[in-house]
Each structure stands twice: as structure tokens, then as C-alpha cells.
């Protein structure tokens, strides 16, 4: 605790004057606050897009991990190169070849996370004001960097087939018209997170078409893409196009994220810069985590592991929208074929972040709408994360969503229109 | 190194749960810089167990939010016989419910701003339009729309005119069953801490508290840099003093023992009104009470440490 100033005063905050200003909208939130309840176990969460890593097989992890420090420790405990290992860059392509991409070891490079690959390529593409064109909505994570940057998010009409190609050119034209800069647009084509939606095949190409045409970089991410209950998604766009998408991978929905191993897959030029703002921010990834994934890759029937996963998201996919449709029936739900998330919309007068006090005391915890807008909207939405909870627990936690819902609908219909 | 194990729960499940994690992690630091060995705890099903089991010398709880500021948590521990850094349950009860503690205090010829509490089922039977109509009309605006119960300004609302006051109802019912509206008084914001180390309750120096944003909400009490504290507060030495009576008088006539905050406005005439009580004041890095102890001169693990002896022996 530091000793109030001689004069009488202090904001605790000596260096308050000396922020950079993209730190001016860093503050504690009341509804950050809340979330702190998820770690206690009355309470179900189906908040955070957590893997359900209980399904991993540990032995083979522990494996992997004996065998690294037998075999490769002296390398494993020292600093590697900027681009990452050149061993795992091996192995990703084999993971990557599985969503249609063909691509030089070269042009890869690992990140601490596909988070950290994000914010590097944002980073190195955007000026305070520039646009990122992103679906609506977009992951939180993603419009965390974009306004850390300062950059205008906008938008795009997306439905159940994914981003609109049509409402993609019309607001690309507008801005431009309007002198904006569009430097990027950002998108999880599988399984999106939060709405769980897929890009169809025939939009992809749209996609990649109009922003060829218009000379927008995209940055396809794509966390879930292995993560199917039925049909295999249409292959990766950067499957198609080599020169206009930056692909973003990650180890945290397929092995774990508590490694922090991501990687991006870029053009040439980009990957050159790439590789310079990983070592000037960090020097290297992680050469422990990477080496253990690598280790486990080789000794593991990691796509057996896949599998595995994919059966147990489905089960609780299943659960999640029976529970929806039998305790949430005025909710009207996306109904996800792979991945982690249902994308709810309630009914209207509702607003989901006015209701997380509510949820608090019915030991229940999700993810208001707003946190996937960078302008405002999403209050009547809210995302169910339905791969980390036990099935059972999906369906109570949704049972005891309605409960939350049924107390907001009493005081809406007790106090009528509000402001 | 003292002998003294002392127990700090923190945590809980409650609205207030993180700001209630940083409390106690606060008071333990000060403690352990004390030579007492301290153990931070979640109160969950096993706490009971525990506590018959290893019989801390002292409790000190910092939650947040029902469990521990309602008194039931006193209660226990009281029927058990473990000495608590605090107010008893019967003190806490009083405090705990903001529109009992305005009338108590208000016995006391102390001001408090004119308010209105009422249930959720009060406005769903009366009609809430014509109550809020008759309320909004009767005490005008500016008001201040807060559940009963709770603290860290969580749902509390400033509402300005008649079409905000619907939403501010809706947004404070999410907290508590029971919202109390009150007239706004403008004014200096004050926060009287008062200690008694067993010589009866003093008031420490006031931190008088001016937001950036002109609301001290949530953000604005915990974010560093937010809002300017001044100690001790830029009023009158009269003011002060008066300040300072009231501050005791509410410890006292609410059965307080130990340490409480009051919370208090001095109106533009001079005239100090109450607000609030808090038998479980915020320990954090931003909060009111380590404030006033470090602008006494003393330290906090000196302090708090005079608080869990005191516990003790009593």
C-alpha cells in the first residue's frame, strides 16, 4: 500500500500522466468482476471457450514429456530461434494438409499462441484508424487487439452460411468511399467463435474474390476446424489463395492450451516481418512448449486424440440444445456442426449484461453479446460454451439460465419500457 | 515471528467475490509483515470442519457481500467460540440493511437522505409506473437508485430524470430483492473509518473522495487513477470534527465493534449526511480504510495486527 502523498492526495496511480493513450480505456469492470465466480464449483460455467482437456490422454503427455527431457533437454532449456522449431514447423504442415494446405516449412512461424500470431499481424499492419473488417460478431479476443490498436471495427451482415459476400463488398465500398483505410479482414471461417457458424465453400470464394479486388489482407483463423461432428468443413481458404490470407493455427482446441503454442502461416514478405516482431517481442516461443508438442506429435495417435474430442463436443452439443429447447424455448439458437459455442438470441426487451448479477446468484456464468461487438450491439445475445462443462452440468447450467431469464422477463414486464 | 494463527477468509460466492479476493490478500500480507502466520481461506463446505478442527486464534474475515457482512458468518463463529476481527452478528445485521441502518441512525438525530425501500413485489402489485411516478415526484431528481443490500456500488444508479429510473430499478433488483431510492444530496463525499484498539471507538482522518468521471462507481474505486482521495478531506476543521462525531455515533448506535466505515456527504451549507455503514470495509490497494490508518502516521501491519489481539482477548 503506498503512503499517501505529503500534499494529501493520491489516485494511486503515480504514473497516470505517462500512459500511452491506447491504455486510456484499460479499467477494472464491474462485469469482469463477476466472471470471478466461475472458479468456484457451485458454480456452472458456460462462460470461457475452454477445451474439456479432462479427454486428453495424460499418459501419452507425460510420455512426451520424459522423452523431451531425455532427448532433447539441453535444446528444450535454452532459447530457439524466432521463427519457432523447425521439427513442429515439419509437423504443422502435416496438421495444416488436413484443411488442404500445401505450404513451405518456411513460411510458418510459431507464436505463443495463435493469439500472440493475431497480435503480431496486427500489429504490423494497423494504424490507429485503420479498418479491420471482421463477421458480426466476432471473436472477443480478436476485437480486444483491434481496439488496443485503436483500429475502426466494422462489421460485416453474417447469418447461418457464415459472413454475407454481398454485405462484405457493399460496407467495403462505403468505407472506402468514405475515405476510410481497410487494411484487413478478420474471420473464423469454422465453427466461428461465438456464433458457431461455418462459412460455406461457394462464400469462401466470394470472399477471397472481393478482397482480392480491393487489396484487403484476410486473416483466417481457424481454432475449430478439426473439430467436426459430421461432415468435414470446406477446406481452409488459404487452401486457395496463397498470396492474400494469413492463416492462423493453434494447439489449444486440439492438444492444450496451457502450452501456448499458435502459429501463423504467411506470405513471404509478411512471414520476414513476422519472424523480426516475434523476436523483438519476445525473443522466441516458448522452446520447452514447442518441443513438448512436437514430442507428443511423434509419439501420439494425435488424430485418434482428435476424434475423441470430436465425439465428446458432440455429445455435449447435443445437450446443449436439447436443454435450449426444452428450458429456453422463446431462445432462438445457432445449431453448430463442430466446434465449442451456441450463439443464443432472447427474446426482445432482454438484455444479457444486465442479467449477469442475476446469473451470479443462480450459480450459473456465460457470455454477454456485447463482448463480441465493437460497437454496441449483442445485448440480447448470449454464448453458451458448451466443451467444458460435463454434459449433465450443460444441461443444468442451462436450466438454470432459464431461471435467470424468467426473473429479467418478471422485472421487465413489472417496470414496462424502460429508457 | 508471533504464535498468533489467524484465519482470513475471502472469496465467497457474491457479486463481490474478486474485490473480496484482493482484500484478504492485502490483510495477509500486512499480517505475515506483522510475524503472524496467516492462512487465506474460501468459505465453502469444508470451512466448518476446519475451523473446528484447527481453531485459528483469530478469524478476520473480508467477505464481501451476504455470507459475511449479514451477519450469519459472526453468528457461527460466535456459537462456536472463535474470536473474529469485527463486528458481532447482531451489529453487522443492522448494517448490512441499508434502509434499518438509516432509521437506527436516524434515531440518533443524525440526517439521512429521505428514501423509499421497497421489495420487488411492492412495485408488482402497486403498479410500478404509478410508484415510481409518486416516488420520483416526492423526492425529485437527481436520486439514487441502490439495492438495500450489497456494497462496492454494484447496481447502484445516479438517475437524473423520470425516463432513466425504470432501468436503474431493473439494473438494481439484479442484485438484491430489495432496491432503496433516496434523494441525492450534492455535495463532498466522505469516508469516516472508525477503529477502537480498546479504548472505544476514534475516527480516523476522512478521506474526502473526488472521482474523475463524478461518480464513484465501480471502476472508479478500483481502478488506480481514476479518482483523486484526499486525507484528510479539504473541509472545515469544524466539519471535520463533526465528521468525525457522526462517524462514531453510527459505529455506536449500530452496535459496531472494532473497525467500520461510514459514509457520509457534506451538502454545499455544511450539513453532513449518512449513507452508509460497512462492518466489512474494503482492504485493497484502493481502499478507504488503509487510507485513514496510513494518514494517521501508523502502519498497517501495526494496525491490524492491534485489531486481531484485540479479537482475541475479547
Redesign the interface.
Known sequence: MTKTRADGVTNFDAWKHSYAARAENLSVSEVRALFAVVSRPEVVSLAGGMPDVAALDTELIEKAFASLMSNRKDLALQYGGGQGDLRLREQIQEIMALEGIHSSVEDITITTGSQHGLELVSDLFLDKGDVVLVEAPSYVGAVGIFRHKEAHIAHVYTDEHGISPQALAETADRLTAEGKRIKLLYLVPNFANPSGVTLTADRRLEVLEICKQRGILIVEDNPYGQLYFGEKPPNAMRSLDEQNVVYLGSFSKILSPGLRVGYVLAPPAIREKLVLANESAILSPASFAQMLVSEYLSIADWQKQIGTFRDLYQTKRDAALQAVEQFLPKVHTTRPDGGFFLWLTLPEGLNSKEMLPLAVTELVAYTPGTAFFGDGRGADNIRICFSHPTADNVRVGIERLSRVLNQQIDLLETFGKRD | MSDLRVLILA?G???????S?KSGR?VAD?LTDAGVSTEIR?P?GELVGHLMATRPDVVWSTLHGAVGEDGSLQNLLQLAGIAFVGSGSAGARLAWDKPVAKVLVARQDIKTPESIALP?SS??ELN??SV?AMVGTELGFPLVVKPAKGGSA??CAKVSEP??F??A???A???CDQVMIERFIVGTELAVSVIDLGDGPIALPAVEIVPDSGEF???E????????????ARLDDEVLTEAARIAVAVHSSLGLTQLSRVDLIVDESGEIWFLEANVTPGMT??SLF??AV??TEAT?PKTYLALVKLAQKS
Open positions: 472469496g460466492i457474491s457479486h463481490e467475490r474478486d474485490v479476493l492485502r500486512a474460501e465453502d420487488k412495485f408488482r410500478a409506473e415510481l454494484q447496481g425516463k432513466s425504470a432501468k430499478m431493473v439494473d433488483f439484479a442484485y462507481g465501480y471502476s474505486r478500483y481502478t488506480p487513477g481514476q479518482t483523486n482521495y484526499y486525507v484528510p490497494e484502493t488503509p487510507q496510513l494518514a498497517l
